[in-house]
């Protein structure tokens, strides 16, 4: 009995020590969308589509600009679009 | 007998000298307050052996996928970056305020002091403490636990994705973590 009870209070010692968590002040910060203008710039031949990286950055950016495609009719984009 | 006694009272003192000390207020209890050289250590190994014990029977799922990076990098960045750190980035107020203090995912295994602290190279050993850590949280430190509210594929993609972190640079960092158009009602 006391032998358990002096490992505890010892560990208890050692564990009166604490941080408190706030949350993250980055969590749920407005969704940004992908920055691709220069990676999809770079010439195809630069890029090798065997590193996992790329490969993921490739996928991101080709279904944003998909997306952009898809809703031509909407006019804000239309609208972005004409900048480029 | 005189010698059983005497261990007794021995034992009896002690408590009632640990008990005392809990009672009387001198421990500081700041974060701001460094630990002890020993008990820092004494921390350290409680933690590193009870996670290498806990985690042994994880088996690790191929990490090899890009998507993963996709949906590990969102997560990471909504939930993890303000501790963890991110490219660009070298101090958060919770990065710098926290005692233990987040180690900087950003940096190479190499770099950050506890990555393989028994200087192991069991790259799967590492991926499946890290599993662990992230689903489970270290108790009386800010590293919460995941696995509440998350899945198990959710996290073993936050791993994929921390494995890649220390050689992202900005551009690729933002990127991947960027929740599009496409992805917005995905999280929580």
Redesign the interface.
């Known amino acids: 009995m006391l032998i358990r009870i002096v490992p505890t209070l010892a560990l208890a010692l050692l564990f009166s020590t604490t941080t408190s968590a706030h949350s993250p002040d980055k969590v749920r910060k407005q969704a940004k969308k992908p920055q691709c203008e220069a990676f999809l710039k770079k010439p195809k031949e630069e890029m090798d589509a065997s590193d996992p990286v790329t490969r993921a950055m490739m996928k991101k950016c080709e279904v944003e600009q998909q997306d952009q495609t898809e809703s031509k009719g909407n006019a804000a984009l239309e609208n972005d679009e004409h900048h480029h | 007998m005189k010698a059983i006694k005497i261990t007794?009272g021995l034992?009896?003192l002690?408590?009632a000298t640990?008990?005392g000390?809990?009672y009387s207020g001198l421990?500081p209890?700041g974060?701001d307050d460094r630990?002890w050289g020993v008990?820092y250590w004494?921390?350290e190994t409680?933690r590193e052996r009870s996670i290498k014990r806990a985690s042994e029977n994880i088996s690790v799922p191929d990490l090899?996928?890009?998507?993963l990076?996709?949906s590990g990098?969102a997560d990471y960045?909504?939930?993890?970056?303000?501790?963890h750190l991110q490219p660009g980035v070298s101090s958060?107020?919770?990065s710098l305020g926290?005692?233990?203090a987040p180690p900087d995912l950003t940096a190479s295994a190499d770099k950050h002091d506890h990555a393989h602290p028994f200087g192991e190279h069991d790259w799967d050993a590492a991926l499946r403490r890290q599993f662990w850590i992230i689903k489970h949280g270290i108790?009386?430190?800010?590293?919460?636990a995941w696995g509440e509210t998350h899945t198990d594929e959710r996290i073993w993609a936050m791993v994929a994705f921390i494995q890649?972190l220390p050689?992202?640079n900005e551009?690729?960092y933002?990127?991947?973590t960027?929740?599009?158009?496409?992805d917005?009602g995905g999280h929580h």
């Open positions: 007794l034992i009896l002690l408590i640990g008990v000390f809990l421990y209890m974060a630990h008990s004494a921390l409680l090899g996928d890009s998507d990076l996709l990098g960045n909504d939930m993890c970056a303000g501790c958060t107020d919770l926290l005692y233990p108790k009386a430190s800010g590293m919460p890649k050689e992202l551009m690729q933002q990127i991947l960027a929740r599009g158009e496409s917005q």
